[in-house]
Each structure stands twice: as C-alpha cells, then as structure tokens.
C-alpha cells in the first residue's frame, strides 16, 4: 500500500530508491485553499544511475520478455491501479478536479493501459520482432526477399508530462512504451506530482514490473537530458516555450535522440452551415463546446478554444452557450453540486488573465468577469478559480491574437463565418492543432472541411443526430486513434493503436533469404525451407505444430459438370462460368470458367483432416487473389503451410496458413491465408 504518512514530501524514485526532496525542492499548494500541501524536488537525484538502471536493468528485462507477456502486464497493472484508485480520486481534488474530471483522468489512463494491453495480444506476435507490412518479393525467383520489422529502442523513454492529467498522462505513454519494451523514466509537472508520485507508488508496489522498468522524477530533470543517445526517446507535453528549450538541447540533436511533443493547440469547434437552431446538431454543438469550456476548468490539452458559427446563428448560440456557463456552479471540486473546480495554480489563473487580456484585443468578451467569481465551499475563498468566460469576435479575419494565443483554462472565442471555405480558412488560422470537431448532418460539408483542413489538425471529430448517442466526445483522446497533430501543436504524436508502440521501436528493413527471413521473423516466410511428415498438420495440438509444417494434396480434376453443379447449388450463374461464348469475350477468360469459391471449397476438400482433432474451427481467410483461371479439365494441387502461431487463451491458439493452389502447370491459381483457432 502507499505510504501512510502525509502527502507532504513528494519523493522520487531513482535507480532502485525512493528519494525525499532536497536542495532546490519546490512547495506545491492546494488549488483549493491556496495553502502550500507539499514539497517535491532534489538537485542531487543522479541522473547517470537513472539512465544506466533503466538501460542496463529495465530494458534487459523488459526486452526477454514477448509482447504478450508486456501486455498481460500490463493488465494487470491497470486492473491493480483500478482496485486501488479511490486514493488517486482523493487525492486529485487538491489539484482543482472534480470527481467527473478525475474519471477522465484516473479512469481514462487505466482504460488506455487496458485498450494497449488488448491490441498487443490481438495485433502483436507473441515473440520478440513486430512485422510492419508484408513481405517484399526483391529477386525474380524469390530467394531474396525483403521485411520490415520493428525491434523496442534499448534505451529510456523520458516522459516529460504537463500538470493537466497526472496520471493519464502519464500512463498514455508508459503503455505503449512498456509494450514496446522500452523503460521509462516519469516526470509529472511539480503542481500535480503529488498525484503521479502515489500513482507511480502503486505500480511499483503491485510487484508487476521488473526491476528498472519504472522510475518517478518529482522536481526537475537536472541533467538527464544530457546523458540520453540515439536509443533514448523524449516524449513531452507542455508548453511551446519549455518542448522549443528542450528539442533544441545540443545532445539531443547531436545524436539525433527522438522528441515527441504535444503542446500548444488552438482547437476548434465548427457549427455545420446546415445547423440552425432547433435542429439536434445545434444542440449538441452546444453541449460539447459548454463541456470543453468547463471539464478541468478548460486546462485541457484538446479543449474548444475557437468556435467557429455560421453569422446568422452568432447571437444564437452566444445566448444558449452563456446561459449554460450561467448554470455552472463553480467551487469546492470535492462538493457535488460543483460543475467547474480550480485551475491548477494561481499561477495558471494569473496566466489564463493574461492570455485573456491578449484575446481581448481581438474579440469582446460577452460572459464571465475576470474580477470576480462566485465560490462556492467554505475554504475555498483562496483557491485558483475563475469564472469561465466566453468572448465574440467581430472580425476574426484580421484578428491576430486570437488565432496565436492559447489561455489554458475556461476561455473560448466565438467567430462568424460566411460559408464553408472561409470556416475552413479560420480553421487553419490555428497554424496546427489537435482536433477540431464538426457538427454538421451535411456530408458534403464534412467531406469539404476535411479536404480543406485535415492537413492542419491531427484529429477530425463528426458527430450529429445519427452519432450523437455513442460519440466519444470532442476533447475524448482515444487510445485507438493517433492524439497529436502538426505545427503549433508540436507536430507530434501519440496513441493511435500499435502506431504509438512503433514511437518507442525502431523500423528496420531486412534483406535476405527466405530462411533467413523466417528465422528471425518467427513466420514462414514463401520460398523458405518447409517440413512434411506423416502426421498431417490438422492433427497436431497447437504446442506441436511448427512454422513450416506442410501438407500436399490433390491432384483434383475440374469439370464442366462441378462448375454447372456448384452453379445450380449456389445460385452464382456468373456469365464467365455459364455462358461460353460471353465468357470468351471477356478479356479475362478463356472459356467457361471455375468459380474462384468453387476452387477454395476444393482446396478445403482435398487438405482437410475431417477427423475431430485440435483444429476448432475456421476463423477466417486473408489476402485472398485468383492469379489465373481454371477451365473445365484442368488439374489443382494445394500446398498447406502453418506460417504463424499467436497463442490466445489457455485453451487454444490461432494458426495462420499460407494457401497456395496451383494447376497442372504449376503456376499458381490461387493464394491466401487461412486461419484457424487450435487447441493447445
Ligand atoms: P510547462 O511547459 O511549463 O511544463 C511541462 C512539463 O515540462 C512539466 O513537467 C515541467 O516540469 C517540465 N519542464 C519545464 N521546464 C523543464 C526543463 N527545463 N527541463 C525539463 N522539464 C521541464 O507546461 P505546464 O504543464 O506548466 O503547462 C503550462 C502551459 O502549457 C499551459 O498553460 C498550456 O498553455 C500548455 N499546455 C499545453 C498542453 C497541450 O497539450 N496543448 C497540455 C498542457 C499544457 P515542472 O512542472 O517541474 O516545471
């Protein structure tokens, strides 16, 4: 369990140890009260020793294992943190959040571990090297083939995380960097390290990870970055100003060391043209840019912050937007009635005003008083808060500052546009931004903004009548789906399935022999050397089968009579396999020709074993393609080889096959991928 004293010194954990704060920490207040909560920080963390346990210790570790072993890891460690996460929920309120600001939070980043943990058991081998695409013919005769493949970096992966989410943000790069199998080395901002530090306890305490897996850096990062080379990776969240002072580190660059930022980011919001008020898309138009304005106090990393509207709806939707920010009841995050909590930091506020100040310049603000705010709780008097505040800009044409400024909290701008190329022209105003969501039933409208704008942002969100019920939300990061985007929003990215795995592996492109291939890929690989016995390969448990095991079967003739029968039986009277004189005229054929199914359900019939035994059943078929046509008396052979295994539960296995069918010419007919669920 985590530490039973107070909150109050915020430790580290470097090279094995858990080390208090020392020279150089820096005090933490409650964004509540305004009253210091905790010290963080120690100038004399080594940084050497963290770098080296991490590479000599972690990585080794991490490296022996399959990434079905990391991803059943990494289950559990996000089935532990959700047993254990009603500390993490108590412990956030200090930070401003509010009990449903905490479930984005704490429950989004275990529901990121769990979605990472399940796409490396679906969609990764259970071995040690990751193919990325398939295999590349590079000689005539195919005895030189080519494969790319993705093997985990052998360095750290440093995470620098903003103060927003500290323990989503943290766990949406420890994931796909531990099912990489690459070590990290955590650093949360000081004003909510509290939060991560008790989180990172509890991994460590869970006894999952192996040893110089995970280590916690509360304070600052000294001179870590220093010491990392062209197998370490930095991945950042947080300002322009800190990732620019960062990337620009002279080692960094010198050894080509890979930086990921996510930072500033002028999201927007476009109300559709075809979006009056009245019609449901107006509605949740409004409900979302309320949301983004309010959840976290507006400090998030994907919030609305220009609203885009068509001009004759402006004063429409300035109405209903301020009167939904007038319901909200801002105060004590820990009381229920409360809609909005703090911002972080007075510091944070004092940073938003500024910002706002700039805005102001541009657009005039139309709900919310930067003086004063109605607090509600008894000691929350000197807490971060403010009241949100919504402006509207009368020329967001030339307006400048409005398109460059990003104030981190509940702020947002509402523009006029005439049409849709000019909502597309402010859209790209932003000069690169996370996301921006639509709310249109026109599809032509989506098909045209994303023609016109995608190229600026990383993520395109639709939703309307049909969608509304089960859209994940403007400001929603999706482990699924790629979270960053171009330009001032760092031009980097994270998540997106197994592609915010590879940021953590290098992509390597292997030339040789089919054998060579083979053996380092663990799947057979065409051309590689195959193994026939006498058992046939159906009846061998999945622990018994081996890569190569081959079956030959056929001969088979194929005669006009099975086409006409499989014809009447199916129903497919295709010309090309009825009518002579049709089928002769098609460039394609010959003649009368076999259905491509007839010929699958044949090479079914000549290598299946019908016998029960330990194949379960037939799971599918991939990359299926008929090469040449089989005319009424020509003669099929099949080859079955076992390419790959993925074991998937304690009771079976799926066997991917190649297929290949060939006639009496050898040349092939047909070729594919068959899979099988088998038992162990
Ligand atoms: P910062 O850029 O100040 O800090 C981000 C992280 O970098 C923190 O962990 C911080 O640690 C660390 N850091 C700062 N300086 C250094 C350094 N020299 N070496 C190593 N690490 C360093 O961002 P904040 O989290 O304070 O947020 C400030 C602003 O960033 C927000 O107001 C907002 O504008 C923007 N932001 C943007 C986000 C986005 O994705 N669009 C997300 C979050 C923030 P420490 O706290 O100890 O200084």
Not at 102 to 120: C, E, P, Q, W, Y
Not at 140 to 166: E, K, T, W, Y
Request: hydrophobic share 40%; aromatic share 6%.
């Amino acid at each position: 369990m985590p530490r039973d004293n107070s909150i109050n010194e915020i430790q580290s954990f470097a090279a094995g140890q858990w080390v208090p704060p020392g020279e150089g920490a820096r005090s933490v207040a409650s964004a509540i009260t305004g009253e210091p909560i905790c010290v963080a920080g120690n100038d004399a963390l080594d940084t050497v020793a963290m770098h080296s346990w991490a590479r000599e210790k972690g990585g080794p570790a991490l490296r022996e294992m399959t990434f079905h072993d990391r991803a059943r890891m990494i289950k559990a460690l996000a089935l532990y943190l959700r047993d254990h996460r009603q500390l993490l929920y108590d412990l956030s309120f200090d930070t401003g959040a509010t009990q449903k600001d905490h479930l984005i939070d704490v429950d989004g980043g275990i529901g990121t571990m769990l979605v990472f943990a399940s796409k490396g058991r679906r969609e990764m081998p259970d071995g040690h090297v990751y193919l990325d695409g398939a295999t590349e013919q590079l000689s005539r005769s195919g005895d030189f083939m080519g494969q790319h493949i993705a093997v985990p970096l052998q360095g750290v992966a440093v995470q620098i995380n903003a103060f927003n989410f500290p323990v989503w943000g943290m766990l949406e790069k420890l994931a796909p960097a531990l099912l990489a199998g690459v070590p990290s080395i955590v650093k949360p901002a000081t004003a909510t390290c509290y939060v991560t530090e008790a989180c990172v306890r509890l991994m460590l305490q869970s006894g999952l990870l192996p040893d110089g897996a995970l280590q916690l850096i509360t304070g600052g990062t000294g001179d870590l970055l220093d010491h990392l080379d062209c197998q370490d990776v930095v991945c950042f969240t947080g300002s322009s100003e800190t990732a620019m002072k960062l990337r620009s580190n002279r080692r960094l660059m010198e050894n080509s060391t890979r930086f990921m930022a996510e930072q500033d980011s002028l999201n927007a919001s476009v109300l559709g043209n075809d979006a009056a008020p009245g019609t449901p898309e107006f509605d949740l138009f409004v409900r979302e840019v309320h949301r983004e304005m309010t959840v976290k106090a507006g400090q998030k990393c994907t919030a609305i912050r220009r609203i885009m509207v068509p001009d004759a709806h402006v004063d429409a939707v300035l109405h209903v937007v301020s009167e939904k920010l007038a319901a909200t009841t801002v105060g004590d995050p820990r009381l229920e009635t409360t809609g909005m909590g703090a911002l972080v930091s007075d510091a944070q506020r004092r940073d938003v005003l500024a910002k706002t100040e700039r805005i102001a310049q541009d657009a005039e603000r139309v709900f919310g008083d930067p003086d004063t705010v109605t607090v509600q709780g008894e000691n929350a008097a000197n807490g971060s808060f403010l009241q949100p505040m919504l402006f509207c800009a009368p020329d967001p044409d030339s307006a400048q500052h409005l398109h460059d400024t990003e104030a981190f909290g509940p702020v947002a701008t509402v523009m006029g546009y005439r049409d849709v190329p000019h909502a597309i022209r402010l859209l790209n105003r932003g000069k690169g931004s996370l996301v921006a969501s639509v709310f249109t039933n026109c599809t032509d409208t989506a098909r045209e903004i994303t023609l016109g704008s995608a190229a600026f942002h990383g993520r395109l969100y639709f939703n309307n009548r049909t969608s509304q019920a089960e859209a994940t939300g403007h400001g929603a990061p999706l482990p699924h789906m790629v979270h960053g985007g171009p330009g001032r929003a760092g031009g980097g990215e994270e998540l997106g399935g197994i592609r915010g795995v590879l940021h953590y592996m290098q992509r390597t492109a292997v030339q040789g022999s089919p054998d060579i291939l083979s053996s380092i890929t663990k799947q057979w690989c065409p051309g590689a050397a195959t193994r026939t016995d006498a058992a046939h390969p159906f009846t061998k448990p999945f622990g018994d089968l081996s890569i190569g095991d081959t079956l030959h079967a056929g001969p088979r003739t194929v005669t006009l009579d099975d086409i006409e029968t499989f014809a009447h039986f199916t129903g497919d009277r295709f010309y090309a396999h009825m009518d002579e004189t049709a089928a002769a005229a098609n460039p394609f054929f010959p003649g009368r020709v076999a259905h491509g199914y007839l010929l699958l359900s044949f090479a079914a019939g000549m290598f299946v074993e019908p016998d029960p035994g330990p194949v379960l059943a037939n799971t599918g078929l991939d990359s299926l393609r008929f090469m040449a046509p089989v005319s009424p008396g020509d003669t099929i052979s099949v080859q079955l080889t076992a390419k790959a295994k993925t074991p998937r539960n304690e009771e079976y296995g799926e066997v991917r096959w190649h297929v290949r069918l060939t006639n009496q010419e050898a040349a092939t007919v047909a070729e594919y991928e068959l899979l099988t669920m088998n038992a162990l």
